[in-house]
């Protein structure tokens, strides 16, 4: 079948990577793509938003599937609106990427479907003095969110009660525009992160991909601000399997279930970032589509063909088909601009390495005639497969180290932490 993926980021390309393998796939088109996935299919100059033109466009090239990198594009009904075709979309409707596009509608379907979460209130201009009082009978820090997209930036946590109710007038007043004309204020959880992937059929059927840890925060050490994901390691030393079986019976059956119970269509993925409080895994969030960088790791564990999976979801029916997941483990590390997550140059030319055990794969690049220059905070993400998580990561770095273009940064820290706790444990 011709399939159009939509994106452009290094998670599109890892995606790209994988179904360009597949012996199911016949055509591959990124729209719009960056500097590197045009390696695994051809580039296209469309907005995923702009729904009529990919219409169009897959109409002229039988088009067959549409995969959703972004969640844009689901947020604003991409589902919805190739409802009346013949083309498959993976992913949710509108209704169901509601899970990521409102936070109040998602700590209320938690709330609904007892899963477990952290407490909350939601509250808006006209509650805003309700909203301080709530603060005022929380404990330190606080946990303030926008209620809608903010391109991962939505999330305050602050120390200081009065900065706190500050904040939270500054969301309301504008902050992040509309996103933030409800603010999500909630109780701080505890504990570890980690990204659990589930492709779901919307009729019941579900599967658990490899699950993965990512490391948000620019700075060594997990410090400095927020970054949409500096690298990402899977397994994840800590969802073993008695972990995984209480995230499959307190989160990811009811999940499933409470969608069909409210008549919302779902078939794509389910990303949900968890935390491990103490044993207990809790929802921290739902997005509605693969996450990045963690896609960039847990595509080299997946085995088995991805294509059929994709298609068998966006039909409805899983039925018996298998996911295999490599024993292996795989790391990516992301590779990015001086000054991200704030501003920085682009059109730094880039030279990679000529060889690499490494994968590389392109986030933010683009070619400018036959020169690779950077266009993004992230530029380019080296993930890397071996035995161990320790070794994935010693090929990743020594590839991160061999990139080359002016003002490059990387966290040399990547999976520390875990490799900290597998040693705990032995
Ligand atoms: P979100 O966009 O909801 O994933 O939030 C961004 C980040 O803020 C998360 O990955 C967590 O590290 C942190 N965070 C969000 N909610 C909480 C919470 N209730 N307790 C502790 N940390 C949180
Ligand atoms: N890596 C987190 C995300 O994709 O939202």
């Given at each position: 079948m011709n399939i159009l993926l939509l994106g452009s980021g290094g998670r599109e390309s890892a995606l790209a990577w994988k179904i360009s393998?597949?012996?199911?796939?016949s055509k591959l088109f990124i729209a719009p793509g960056n500097g590197g996935t045009d390696s695994y299919g051809e580039n296209v100059a469309i907005s995923p938003l702009d729904f009529d033109a990919i219409k169009q466009f897959c109409n002229q090239n039988s088009i067959e599937m549409i995969v959703v990198g972004n969640e844009d594009p689901l947020v604003a009904g991409i589902w919805d609106y190739f409802q009346s075709t013949d083309i498959l979309v993976v992913g949710p409707s509108k209704a169901g990427a509601a899970l990521e596009g409102s936070k109040d509608f998602a700590k209320a379907f938690m709330t609904r479907h007892a899963i477990p979460t952290a407490a909350y209130r939601s509250f808006t201009a006209d509650t805003v003095a309700e909203g301080e009082a709530f603060l005022r009978s929380l404990k330190a820090p606080y946990v303030l969110k926008a209620d809608g997209l903010a391109a991962g930036k939505g999330v305050l946590i602050i120390d200081n009660i009065d900065q706190a109710c500050a904040s939270l007038r500054e969301m309301l007043g504008?902050?992040?525009?509309?996103?933030?004309?409800t603010v999500v204020i909630e109780e701080f959880l505890s504990g570890i992160e980690c990204s659990v992937f589930v492709l779901t059929d919307g009729n019941g059927g579900y599967r658990v991909l490899p699950v993965a840890k990512d490391y948000?925060?620019?700075?060594?050490?997990?410090?400095?601000p927020n970054t949409g994901g500096m690298g990402a390691v899977s397994p994840v030393v800590f969802a073993n399997d008695e972990f995984m079986q209480k995230v499959t019976s307190r989160i990811i059956e009811p999940t499933i279930k409470g969608l069909k119970e409210e008549g919302i269509t779902y078939r794509g993925f389910i990303f949900l970032g968890l935390i491990n409080v103490g044993g207990e895994p809790m929802v921290i969030e739902y997005n509605v589509r693969m996450g990045d960088p963690e896609t960039e790791a847990v595509m080299l564990r997946i085995d088995s063909d991805l294509v059929p999976l994709l298609k068998a979801a966006a039909e409805g029916n899983l039925g018996d088909l298998p996911l295999e997941i490599s024993k292996q483990a795989a790391v990516t590390v992301m590779v990015v601009s001086g000054g991200y997550p704030g501003s920085y140059p682009k059109g730094k030319a880039i030279t990679l390495p000529a060889a690499s055990e490494s994968i590389l794969f392109h986030a933010g690049t683009r070619r400018e005639a036959e020169q690779l220059v950077t266009s993004g905070g992230r530029v380019i993400s080296v993930s890397s497969k071996a035995d161990t998580v320790e070794e994935a990561l010693k090929l990743s770095f020594a590839t991160a180290e061999a990139i080359e273009f002016e003002g490059k940064y990387f966290r040399h820290d990547i999976g520390a932490d875990l490799l900290r706790l597998a040693n705990d444990d032995k």
């Amino acid at each position: 079948m011709n399939i159009l993926l939509l994106g452009s980021g290094g998670r599109e390309s890892a995606l790209a990577w994988k179904i360009s393998q597949s012996k199911s796939c016949s055509k591959l088109f990124i729209a719009p793509g960056n500097g590197g996935t045009d390696s695994y299919g051809e580039n296209v100059a469309i907005s995923p938003l702009d729904f009529d033109a990919i219409k169009q466009f897959c109409n002229q090239n039988s088009i067959e599937m549409i995969v959703v990198g972004n969640e844009d594009p689901l947020v604003a009904g991409i589902w919805d609106y190739f409802q009346s075709t013949d083309i498959l979309v993976v992913g949710p409707s509108k209704a169901g990427a509601a899970l990521e596009g409102s936070k109040d509608f998602a700590k209320a379907f938690m709330t609904r479907h007892a899963i477990p979460t952290a407490a909350y209130r939601s509250f808006t201009a006209d509650t805003v003095a309700e909203g301080e009082a709530f603060l005022r009978s929380l404990k330190a820090p606080y946990v303030l969110k926008a209620d809608g997209l903010a391109a991962g930036k939505g999330v305050l946590i602050i120390d200081n009660i009065d900065q706190a109710c500050a904040s939270l007038r500054e969301m309301l007043g504008g902050m992040f525009g509309a996103s933030s004309a409800t603010v999500v204020i909630e109780e701080f959880l505890s504990g570890i992160e980690c990204s659990v992937f589930v492709l779901t059929d919307g009729n019941g059927g579900y599967r658990v991909l490899p699950v993965a840890k990512d490391y948000k925060r620019i700075g060594e050490g997990d410090t400095g601000p927020n970054t949409g994901g500096m690298g990402a390691v899977s397994p994840v030393v800590f969802a073993n399997d008695e972990f995984m079986q209480k995230v499959t019976s307190r989160i990811i059956e009811p999940t499933i279930k409470g969608l069909k119970e409210e008549g919302i269509t779902y078939r794509g993925f389910i990303f949900l970032g968890l935390i491990n409080v103490g044993g207990e895994p809790m929802v921290i969030e739902y997005n509605v589509r693969m996450g990045d960088p963690e896609t960039e790791a847990v595509m080299l564990r997946i085995d088995s063909d991805l294509v059929p999976l994709l298609k068998a979801a966006a039909e409805g029916n899983l039925g018996d088909l298998p996911l295999e997941i490599s024993k292996q483990a795989a790391v990516t590390v992301m590779v990015v601009s001086g000054g991200y997550p704030g501003s920085y140059p682009k059109g730094k030319a880039i030279t990679l390495p000529a060889a690499s055990e490494s994968i590389l794969f392109h986030a933010g690049t683009r070619r400018e005639a036959e020169q690779l220059v950077t266009s993004g905070g992230r530029v380019i993400s080296v993930s890397s497969k071996a035995d161990t998580v320790e070794e994935a990561l010693k090929l990743s770095f020594a590839t991160a180290e061999a990139i080359e273009f002016e003002g490059k940064y990387f966290r040399h820290d990547i999976g520390a932490d875990l490799l900290r706790l597998a040693n705990d444990d032995k």
